[in-house]
T-cell receptor, first 113, second 114 residues
């Protein structure tokens, strides 16, 4: 069974440009998470979806970040415009529901120059 | 709010040495506790978990016991090997508070030398 798939693995962009990350969760997993991992730190939650509904987006900087999960399956996370401080690894995870183990993708490493 | 504190790394050990990575937590409810591992170039993987006080999680020779009285969940392994070199994250999930996602510590890098 395929795990959580994220793309791209690496992305380098100039500041003020837009960028998007894509996540395909494990089949049948209703809960999807986006985490931000800064260098040398643990992941921090950006947004959690239950099916297609964003149920916890309190940590998502809504002035420049947006996310969607159409049809409750794949999800995209977008930054527009990107800032230097957005350089980090963006992790996607999924679980059957909020009470079960979360499985993580390999992440997208973003570098803003 | 919830928080997790881990010992800072890197932790450098020789093969077959005993490993302890300390983890303490703060939570308003009764959390579940986890250790995740991140091998170089790979995503986070669940290593072990414990869902209530005095539970012991174990996997691949690693163990951790949920200690409510000391709010700790220290990771131990009796004899580390070179392939154990990775970054280890302690985390908690507290369903009672509504913030139903993992809260992670900052990670501890383990380097095992042959």
């Amino acid at each position: 069974e395929a795990g959580v798939v994220q793309s791209p693995r690496y992305k380098i962009i100039e500041k003020k440009q837009p960028v998007a990350f894509w996540c395909n969760p494990i089949s049948g997993h209703n809960t999807l998470y986006w985490y931000l991992q800064n260098l040398g730190q643990g992941p921090e939650l950006l947004i959690r979806y239950e099916n297609e509904e964003a149920v916890d987006d309190s940590q998502l900087p809504k002035d420049r970040f947006s996310a969607e999960r159409l049809k409750g399956v794949d999800s995209t996370l977008k930054i527009q415009p990107a800032e230097l401080g957005d350089s980090a690894v963006y992790l996607c995870a999924s679980s059957l529901n909020m009470r079960t183990e979360a499985f993580f993708g390999q992440g997208t490493r973003l570098t803003v120059v | 709010g919830n928080s997790v504190t881990q010992m800072e790394g890197p932790v450098t050990l020789s093969e077959e040495a005993f490993l302890t990575i300390n983890c303490t937590y703060t939570a308003t409810g009764y959390p579940s506790l986890f250790w995740y591992v991140q091998y170089p170039g790979e995503g986070l993987q669940l290593l072990l978990k414990a869902t209530k006080a005095d539970d012991k999680g174990s996997n691949k020779g690693f163990e951790a016991t949920y200690r409510k009285e000391t709010t700790s969940f220290h990771l131990e392994k009796g004899s580390v090997q070179v392939p154990d070199s990775a970054v280890y994250f302690c985390a908690l999930s507290d369903l009672d508070t509504g913030r139903r996602a993992l809260t992670f510590g900052s990670g501890t890098r383990l380097q095992v030398q042959p």
